[in-house]
T-cell receptor, first 118, second 111 residues
Framework: ETGVTQTPRHLVMGMTNKKSLKCEQH?????MYWYKQSAKKPLELMFV???????ENNSVPSRFSPECPNSSHLFLHLHTLQPEDSALYLC?????????????????FGPGTRLLVL | QKEVEQNSGPLSVPEGAIASLNCTYS??????FFWYRQYSGKSPELIMS????GDKEDGRFTAQLNKASQYVSLLIRDSQPSDSATYLC???????????FGKGTKLSVIP
């Protein structure tokens, strides 16, 4: 596999379910991102990890819980979601910088997980 | 509040014409700018990045940046029906990993 992969591609869950989204990047990058894309809204950054450390959390509700066990894998754990959480969830990666620095980095996106909460 | 504004369109151009997509941003500290193309039901795909004032050309695509006017644009020459997609403009602040995206402009190239 190449690039950024995401599983599952489609997910339907009830409000009481617990599920996880998985992202894997094969680009040798060190920074990974979760975005939410809802209809008629701009892409919203949710979380950023650089070298496995969370660097940004954009006021995301606690029902979304990220996990980054290594630089190649990123998870988004979901529990007690609401119907308004239905959206396309996109993972992205970029090279990342050690020492906490930030460069002009291009982010590469995975295919996304289309989530429907009933 | 950091904002990136784009005309949502749809922008319709005939095949072979030049498509001009525009974007303005509110934060003067933004230093890097990106154009992504997103086909319906697909994820964003990078088209161009630009960091310095002026023009940057890559094949049929030219990105233009004017930091004084806080304006960035994307020109697509010899537009093809396969260019029909939503084009997302994104700005990155200096020292931040965060990209702020616009809502996107839907482009339709008419054969």
């Amino acid at each position: 596999e190449t690039g950024v992969t995401q599983t599952p591609r489609h997910l339907v869950m009830g409000m009481t379910n617990k599920k996880s989204l998985k992202c894997e990047q094969h680009l040798g990058h060190n920074a990974m991102y979760w975005y939410k894309q809802s209809a008629k809204k701009p892409l919203e950054l949710m979380f950023v990890y650089n070298f496995k450390e969370q660097t940004e959390n954009n006021s995301v509700p606690s029902r979304f819980s990220p996990e980054c066990p290594n630089s190649s894998h990123l998870f988004l754990h979901l529990h007690t979601l609401q119907p308004e959480d239905s959206a396309l969830y996109l993972c992205a990666s970029s090279p990342g910088l050690s020492g906490g620095g930030v460069a002009q980095e291009t982010q590469y996106f995975g295919p996304g997980t289309r989530l429907l909460v009933l | 509040q950091k904002e990136v504004e784009q005309n949502s369109g749809p922008l319709s151009v005939p095949e072979g014409a030049i498509a001009s997509l525009n974007c303005t941003y509110s934060d003067r500290v933004s230093q890097s700018f990106f154009w992504y193309r997103q086909y319906s039901g697909k994820s964003p795909e990078l088209i161009m990045s630009i960091y310095s004032n002026g023009d940057k050309e890559d094949g049929r695509f030219t990105a233009q940046l004017n930091k004084a006017s806080q304006y960035v644009s994307l020109l697509i020459r010899d537009s093809q029906p396969s260019d029909s997609a939503t084009y997302l403009c994104a700005a990155q602040l200096a020292g931040s990993y965060q990209l702020t995206f616009g809502k996107g402009t839907k482009l339709s190239v008419i054969p």
